[in-house]
T-cell receptor, first 114, second 113 residues
Framework: DAGVIQSPRHEVTEMGQEVTLRCKPI?????LFWYRQTMMRGLELLIY????????DSGMPEDRFSAKMPNASFSTLKIQPSEPRDSAVYFC????????????FGPGTRLTVL | GESVGLHLPTLSVQEGDNSIINCAYS??????FIWYKQESGKGPQFIID?????DKRQGQRVTVLLNKTVKHLSLQIAATQPGDSAVYFC????????????FGKGTKLSVIP
């Protein structure tokens, strides 16, 4: 199994630009999670999906953030417009409820907004 | 809101010694706990988990202990190796039916050769 795949691995952009992060969960997993990690706040859950449906987006910082999951094998996290304080590592994780609750994380996308 | 916290932010251990990483949680309704290991530049990697109906679980070189009375979780690593150097996170699930995890801030383990 290839594990959770994220792209790009690194993204550097200027303030005000749109940023799109991508995630491919492990095949067969029915839950997908987006996290943000910073030194100050640690690992924070932004949003999670079950069977492609958003279940809880209370962690999304503000309206500039949006996430979609058009099918079981793909999800995006979009920031528009981006701001320097959005700089962080963004992780995607997936899990399969039928075999336990363990979440498997991708390698992350390091976002730098100048 | 309630959160998961850690007693020690950093821990240095001699290679071959045992390591103990501690975690305090505050949500008495949490029913599932996980330890993750995160190496530099990588995503968190599952190590071991434990459900609230257990007080101990063992894996390969790792043991997790759960003390629900004092809301304390610990990860024991036997015969610590240089490859164990990483940041370790505990995470809790706030009750059955929830698939969300709340993560602690992490403890950095440094293994001295």
């Amino acid at each position: 199994d290839a594990g959770v795949i994220q792209s790009p691995r690194h993204e550097v952009t200027e303030m005000g630009q749109e940023v799109t992060l991508r995630c491919k969960p492990i095949s067969g997993h029915d839950y997908l999670f987006w996290y943000r990690q910073t030194m100050m706040r640690g690992l924070e859950l932004l949003i999670y999906f079950n069977n492609n449906v958003p279940i809880d987006d209370s962690g999304m910082p503000e309206d500039r953030f949006s996430a979609k999951m058009p099918n079981a094998s793909f999800s995006t996290l979009k920031i528009q417009p981006s701001e320097p304080r959005d700089s962080a590592v963004y992780f995607c994780a997936s899990s399969f409820a039928g075999s336990g609750d363990t979440q498997y994380f991708g390698p992350g996308t390091r976002l730098t907004v100048l | 809101g309630e959160s998961v916290g850690l007693h020690l932010p950093t821990l240095s251990v001699q290679e071959g010694d045992n390591s103990i990483i501690n975690c305090a949680y505050s949500n008495s309704a949490s029913d599932y706990f996980i330890w993750y290991k995160q190496e530099s530049g990588k995503g968190p990697q599952f190590i071991i988990d434990i459900r609230s109906n257990m007080d101990k679980r063992q894996g390969q070189r790792v043991t997790v202990l759960l003390n629900k009375t004092v809301k304390h979780l610990s990860l024991q690593i036997a015969a610590t190796q240089p490859g164990d150097s990483a940041v370790y996170f505990c995470a809790e699930r706030p009750g059955a039916g929830s698939y969300q995890l709340t993560f602690g801030k992490g403890t950095k383990l440094s293994v001295i050769p």
